[in-house]
């Protein structure tokens, strides 16, 4: 079958999963453009819905065996529903999937990033880039501004929104989690009367590190233990950092430590 018009129920549902915002969050699917991406979603075990193929640029229609509803596209309403510029003409769609905190694995010397309330999507993926680079063990998402799969965010993590085990709870739920199991943490903050990150010694032990929003930092509640707050010391003019960069310099420190 052969999508023409913009009236097609098929384009109407990808065109609000990839334009309108507030029905991203009210969907129980989402959808993915390119083929990496979309190899590394279905490696990952995401339930695949529909595939659409734009053939006169798509080269890889291999990939549309895996999916039951297939659909080729025309340039306009390729055009039309793309969010990005470059995506092979190959968009699809596929059903979300929950990770349990329960579910979490926890090893001696396991590695947590916990985020709370990141804001915008482009950080998020790219924080999630990065996570997948150190080996983090899970990610735990509070007071969560963003869908974790806004198509923002899929780009912009190159896909390891698939590859990271991600958790999205509130905070009673993870600082019952983090003390149950014996977790350290570690907060971070912009303030300077807080300890020099590098001048902090990282036990090979499991360790969560805490990383607060763009605008607000954390809240009060991961204030509590002063001796677990850190800060990355700032030469320049500035006083604070983007958070996925911080969140980077962090990341691979403790990787540097426990490696070496």
């Not at 950080?123 to 990610?139: E, F, K, S």
């Not at 501004?145 to 923002?152: G, L, R, S, T």
């Not at 199991?181 to 499991?206: A, D, E, G, L």
């Not at 991961?222 to 604070?240: A, E, H, L, T, V």
């Amino acid at each position: 079958m052969i999508i023409y018009s913009i009236k097609n129920n098929i384009f109407q549902y990808f065109y609000k999963l990839q334009k309108i915002k507030k029905n991203i969050l009210l969907n129980n699917s989402f959808s993915v453009e390119g083929l990496k991406e979309i190899k590394m979603a279905l490696i990952a075990n995401y339930i695949p819905e529909y595939i659409l193929i734009y053939n006169k640029i798509c080269k890889y229609e291999f990939i549309s065996n895996f999916f039951i509803k297939k659909y080729m596209i025309t340039s306009f309403i390729y055009k039309k529903i793309s969010y990005r510029k470059k995506t092979g003409g190959i968009i699809a769609s596929f059903f979300k999937k929950k990770l349990n905190i329960k579910n979490i694995k926890i090893s001696l010397s396991a590695l947590f990033l916990i985020l709370e309330g990141i804001e915008k999507p482009g950080n998020l993926g790219a924080i999630l880039r990065t996570a997948d680079a150190v080996g983090i063990d899970a990610i735990l998402l509070c007071n969560n501004k963003v869908d974790i799969f806004n198509p923002n965010v899929i780009r912009s993590s190159l896909g390891t929104i698939f590859t990271n085990k991600i958790v999205i709870a509130n905070y009673k739920i993870i600082i019952s989690w983090l003390n149950k199991n014996k977790i350290k943490i570690i907060s971070t903050s912009v303030n300077k009367i807080y300890n020099n990150f590098f001048m902090k010694k990282i036990k090979k032990k499991s360790l969560a590190i805490i990383i607060g929003s763009e605008s607000k930092g954390l809240s009060d509640i991961w204030f509590k233990n002063k001796k677990n707050m850190i800060n990355i010391p700032i030469k320049g003019k500035i006083d604070s950092l983007n958070v996925s960069t911080s969140t980077a310099i962090i990341l691979y420190e403790i990787l540097r430590q426990k490696l070496y």
